[in-house]
């Protein structure tokens, strides 16, 4: 392990909600030490952040690695290097491969893989129902066991409450985390925009934003009933937001997630059926974009995530209703989120509490902070070069994106887990 000290770094901390100039030292893969204003003489190489700000490196939950099964949408080594260049240190992994993740050997698959060619972090997430199919609960245990840090069966709502209740009974008993995919699944089914003006003018299958609150309203009655640790996925409309304030009022263990895209587009971006706007949920209003915005700055909802979803073109080259839903968005999260930032929205240390601090928290990890003692995976980034997003420059084999051609402000300029460096911006 490399001993390292930042100086003339702006310091973003999400556990004090500060953004200060200062220093930070790293040895054997922790942070040793931090203060402000100029370095002390130690020991270390010396990074000189001239300036640019130094915040914990990213925790991604929700992100589809496409091994085993569609490794030429995205691998672990791919996934991976699109991650350090896009300032995220931890990946948590969906189960929604080919086979499901749902045994401990497909697991543990997974796991070495991740393991032998991914810069990063990785933390696997296991399937909550044997082939994602709502009919039969896994092993939670034994997939706990293999390393599973949370269950879920991703965008395949569990219908059968009987089957979900007694799914969130076990997991309570493990002491496991649960993470759904409010909707209600008739209603959603089919619907590749949400429901509105935009939606009758273009002729697109809509689904009304009631969906997501009715499935929210499901999940938190089963809460109350079981006690169990639940996250929302992707909370995206104003709907939804009442409810899961009530929820976490009434002391349930519920928190709740949205996606980077839901956060910086709406449904006007799909404008003239552009299919790399094509996500699930589908791109919301302006007002429920709003909302959502509202809900991170005042911490209702806790975590921003890139649901970082790889598609190859033949899955997206095709009529709106008929394309596969979902975008890369592990190296865009940053420079996206960033234009919350750049628009007075929400401050650096907010973001970095959605994006690192508040997921590792729910995951138990010791990461997402700039603490002494705190593992050594950090983002050193510069927030204010302006560049023109080009998809073919995206390190992840997939390049469906949505701000392909975009413009964007806010560039990684390093990577570094566990005090080594994994991505330098050339």
Known sequence: MSNLIFTNARLIDPESGTDSIGWLQVAEGRIAARGEGDAPALDAQVVDCGGHCLAPGIVDIGVKVCEPG??????????????????????????DTLPAVDTPETLEFATRRAQADAPVNVLPMAALTKNREGREMTEIGFLQDAGAVAFTDCDHVIANTKVFSRALTYARSCGALVIAHPQEPGLSNGAAATSGKFAALRGLPAVSPMAERMGLDRDIALLEMTGAAYHADQITTARALPALERAKRNGLDITAGTSIHHLTLNELDVADYRTFFKVKPPLRSEDDRQAVIDAVRSGLIDIISSMHTPQDEESKRLPFEEAASGAVALETLLPAALRLYHSDQLDLPTLFRAMALNPAKRLGLDAGRLAEGAPADLVLFDPDVPFVLDRFSLKSKSQNTPFDGQRLQGKVTATYVAGQEVYRRS
């Open 70 to 95: 569609e490794r030429h949408k995205e691998s672990y080594k791919s996934a991976g290097l699109a991650a350090a260049a896009g300032g995220v240190t931890t990946i948590v992994t969906r189960p």
